[in-house]
């Protein structure tokens, strides 16, 4: 067995109940003609239900990257294989299969995709000393920890006072009326008050902020009716992409004008094809830009379209690279240390579009957040 194997093994130990781990060690160091044993990386994201264009799409470009390093012969000789799991946006699911992939022996767990499934699992990788790296999670809940919970996605105070300070200066709204979803409360309740933090400090004023659990039985065009009724001249949209689109169309019915802004959750492809004209004119802040010319980006994206047939989008972009700070991670292993030390001795990482680097506490600031506006049908960037 390689020293890098006996490595995974011992990172691993406090982890993996006793006979397993005595059961790998011999497997480890029976015939030298014996196939290596796999590295297994867990996956979470929610594969199902209204968040399963974010989870499939993550899922994929683990994949990609997990395909794409076994042809290049794994880690340290060792093949890579991932084993993911659906937390059907469900932290009582979540919780379970995270327990699940423990229990299986994984290095490292990539997800979960949305802030209140990292909320609710956070706990136990903390407490079983297991690195998660999640691509989307960006709530400030779990920011400034230090713990095994890693992300490479900005925050969402980042990304909503960002927001804020564009509609006061471009768009000069002055006020805004709020729809969120409550069953993704980690980051729609945070999202919210970073916006009207700024969004007041500039001089707007929040007339009207209305919640909803996403798949309750609360009709769109009653949200929708119940944010304009105070008259506001723009509306935020804090919703995964199907109810942010659903809501586009029932406010579009109701004014046609009025400015919408969405948080970065909603901004997947899935928007576009839901909304169709309803979301033209949308604008939505992200630290992504699909119209990149850096070469790894094309290449990635030209890859993943031919693998999969569609766009990688933000969440296939993020969960690409969280997958690959991971296997970066365990090539380094050595002797003694753990993941998340490891992780966070390397200094600098070269992301698809941009280079980025964690802090001690394992968050990420993106260099710079754009706005961009759907047009015909795409998303562009425009400050």
């Known amino acids: 067995m390689s020293q890098v194997h006996r490595n995974f093994l011992v ?75 659906d937390d059907h946006q469900d932290p009582a699911a979540a919780r379970r299969v995270v327990e699940e992939l423990i229990e299986l022996g994984v290095s490292a767990i990539v997800g979960p995709m949305t802030s209140a499934m990292g909320v609710a699992v956070a706990p136990i990788v903390n407490e079983h000393k297991v690195l998660m790296v999640s691509p989307t999670v960006t709530t400030e809940e779990l920011s400034g920890l230090d713990d095994y919970f890693f992300r490479v996605s900005s925050t969402t105070g980042y990304f909503s006072t960002r927001n804020a300070k564009y509609q006061l200066s471009q768009k000069k709204l002055r006020r805004m009326a709020a729809i969120y979803d ?47 009724t105070s008259g506001p001249d723009g509306v935020l949209i804090i919703a995964n992409s199907v109810d942010s689109a659903l809501l586009c169309q029932q406010i579009r019915k109701l004014d046609s ?85 490891v992780l966070l001795d390397i200094p600098e990482f070269e992301g698809l579009q941009s280079s980025f680097r964690f802090d001690r506490f394992g968050d990420v600031t993106r260099p710079h957040a754009s706005i961009s506006i759907v047009e015909n049908g795409q998303f562009v960037v425009k400050d």
């Open 11 to 85: 990172s691993g130990a406090q982890r993996l109940p006793l006979a397993l781990l005595a059961a790998l060690l011999l497997l480890g160091g029976s015939s030298g003609c014996s196939p290596p044993d796999p590295v297994r990386i867990g996956y979470v994201g929610g594969i199902s239900g209204r968040v399963a264009d974010l989870g499939i799409t993550g899922r994929d470009g683990v994949q990609l990257a997990v395909e794409r390093i076994n042809q290049a012969g794994g880690v340290s000789g060792h093949p890579v294989e991932i084993i993911s799991r």
């Open 257 to 341: 004008m009025v400015p919408i802004t969405l948080a970065d959750w909603g901004a997947t492809e899935r928007l576009l094809e839901l909304g169709g004209r309803a979301v033209e004119g949308v604008t939505v802040i992200q630290t992504f830009d699909r119209a990149s010319n850096n070469p790894r980006y094309k290449e990635f994206r030209q890859a993943y379209l031919l693998r999969f047939n569609r766009e990688p989008g933000f969440a296939g972009v993020y969960a690409f690279e969280s997958i690959n700070v991971i296997l970066k991670a365990l090539e380094r292993m050595e002797q003694g240390k753990d993941l998340k030390q």
């Open 182 to 228: 409550l069953g993704n409360r980690s980051f729609s309740v945070n999202w919210l008050q970073n916006f009207r933090r700024t969004f007041v400090a500039g001089g707007g004023e929040m007339v009207t902020e209305v919640s909803f659990v996403s798949g309750g039985d609360e009709k769109y065009i009653e949200l929708a009716r119940r944010a304009l």
